[in-house]
């Protein structure tokens, strides 16, 4: 504040300033609300979802000790399942945060062993853990989501604190220091003038 030097185009200057930092601020606060917002929707989805994960665990592991029991361990069977490599990743921007996108190349699964050494309990548990696994990648997504709204509503919140309680109230305090300088000077120049007048009057 001491090294700005005390104009009127200094004034306006700062003024400007000012008005920027309160819209910056402004944004700032808007930006953080929705971003809220967004956080709370994907959280109520992230409870849902898990819920569905918790039952679909319970129903897949019962199946699958229950085809234990009358097939054996079916360690080798488990073996023909193949490798899921159908999942690709895609990021849209909410308020200039990258949320991620999971798109699954989802296809029915297809039982891949033998029906002969098999029944239907391992069918069942085989299809039960295909439906966890399509429900733990949405919740990857959500969970994702979540951490980097998080992270955008910090960042963001740091910001709009930066401006609200160090940036403004500087530009403040520069305003005022440089408007009092000038109604100084102005006085003094009045005082100047005045005195000027009243010699040259006698």
């Known amino acids: 504040m001491a090294q700005i030097f005390p104009t009127k185009g200094n004034l306006i200057a700062t003024k400007k300033s000012l008005d920027l930092a309160k819209t910056g601020f402004e944004l700032m606060d808007r930006k953080r609300n929705i971003l809220v917002r967004e956080t709370m929707s994907m959280l109520d989805t992230a409870k849902e979802i898990q819920k569905a994960i918790n039952a679909t665990y319970f129903e897949a592991y019962q199946a699958l000790q229950q085809a234990n029991i009358t097939l054996g361990i079916i360690d080798e069977l488990s073996q023909t399942v193949p ?3 159908g999942i690709e990743l895609d990021y849209r921007s909410v308020m200039g945060v990258d949320i991620p ?25 085989f299809k039960k853990f295909d439906q966890v696994k399509v429900l733990t990648i949405k919740l990857s997504e959500v969970e994702n989501t979540i951490y980097r709204l998080a992270e955008g509503i910090k960042k963001t919140q740091k910001r709009a604190n930066a401006l609200k ?8 305090t520069t305003i005022k220091f ?6 100084e000077k102005e006085r003094e120049e009045f005082s100047r003038l005045k005195v000027i007048k009243k010699s040259k009057d006698q």
């Open 83 to 85: 490798i899921d490599n």
């Open 101 to 125: 996108i999971v798109h699954i190349n989802y296809t029915s699964p297809k039982i891949l062993y033998g029906y002969s050494r098999t029944n239907e309990t391992l069918d069942d548990a």
């Open 165 to 172: 309680n160090i940036i403004i109230p500087r530009f403040e």
């Open 178 to 183: 440089i408007s009092d300088s000038l109604e």
